[in-house]
């Protein structure tokens, strides 16, 4: 079975710095996907960025970006110009590749990121 | 936004009483999940659906059953609830047809058991 290792349990930054958080996850699966979500207090559960581990380039999107290491099994989640709606619970996801019944995703603990003024 | 919407969002209930809820969509995704949140154990599948009348058990699914008679809505029944099940619950879909094996959620429900 797969599991999902955030080991930074809580994290502060300043408006406008950069953050980044870490996952670590297991698998003998050679092609995977790899998410962020978001869950802001209104507790939404919002989609940050997905990487596919068949591609070598990391995904981007906007201010968010991914540092994939497929090798060392890390998918490090980097915030850029921190803004307070940033405030959030951060969970890394793994979902092995497609069985032709569903996508079944394995989440890690979290990570509660604070902005700060 | 995928259309997705629970009800109740919010419940209480007493140990012993059967317990039912509903996720909804309105775009007819072919993939649902329920799934259970609890501090220190993120997001836990609890069963999923890949059609009408197809289900399948996930990795918590003890004390849970489900149905899915028609596309949009799929329910998952807590038979005899329990204090252990007092938890906020997710249903999510996925669909090719949004983006390959990505899950959306639900805004989730959550659910007291005294």
């Known amino acids: 079975a797969q599991t999902v290792t955030q080991s930074q349990p809580e994290m502060s930054v300043q408006e406008a710095e950069t953050v980044t958080l870490s996952c670590t996850y297991d698998?003998?699966?050679?092609?995977?996907?790899l998410f962020w979500y978001k869950q802001p207090p209104s507790r939404q559960m919002i989609l940050v960025i997905r990487?596919?581990?068949?591609?070598?380039q990391n995904a981007t999107e906007n201010r968010f970006s991914v540092n994939f290491q497929k090798a060392a099994k890390s998918f490090s989640l980097k915030i850029s110009d921190s803004q307070l709606g940033d405030t959030a619970m951060y969970f890394c996801?793994?979902?092995?590749?497609?069985?032709?019944?569903?996508?079944?995703?394995?989440f890690g603990t979290g990570t509660r990121l604070q902005v700060t003024l | 936004d995928a259309g997705i919407t629970q009800s109740p969002r919010h419940k209480v209930t007493e140990t012993g009483t059967p317990v039912t809820l509903r996720c909804h969509q309105t775009?007819?995704?072919?993939?649902m999940y329920w799934y259970r949140q609890d501090p220190g154990h993120g997001l836990r599948l609890i069963h999923y659906?890949?059609?009408?009348?197809?289900?399948d058990k996930g990795e918590v699914s003890d004390g849970y059953s489900v149905s899915r008679s028609k596309t949009e809505d799929f329910l998952l029944t807590l038979e005899s609830a329990t204090s252990s099940q007092t938890s906020v619950y997710f249903c999510?879909?996925?669909?090719?047809?949004?983006?390959?094996?990505?899950?959306?959620f639900g805004p989730g429900t959550r659910l007291t058991v005294l």
């Open positions: 999510a879909i996925s669909d090719r047809r949004i983006n390959t094996d990505t899950q959306y």
């Open positions: 775009e007819n995704h072919r993939y």
């Open positions: 996801a793994f979902m092995p590749p497609d069985t032709g019944t569903a996508s079944k995703l394995t």
């Open positions: 990487q596919e581990a068949y591609k070598q």
């Open positions: 659906s890949y059609g009408v009348k197809d289900t």
């Open positions: 698998t003998s699966e050679n092609n995977y996907y």
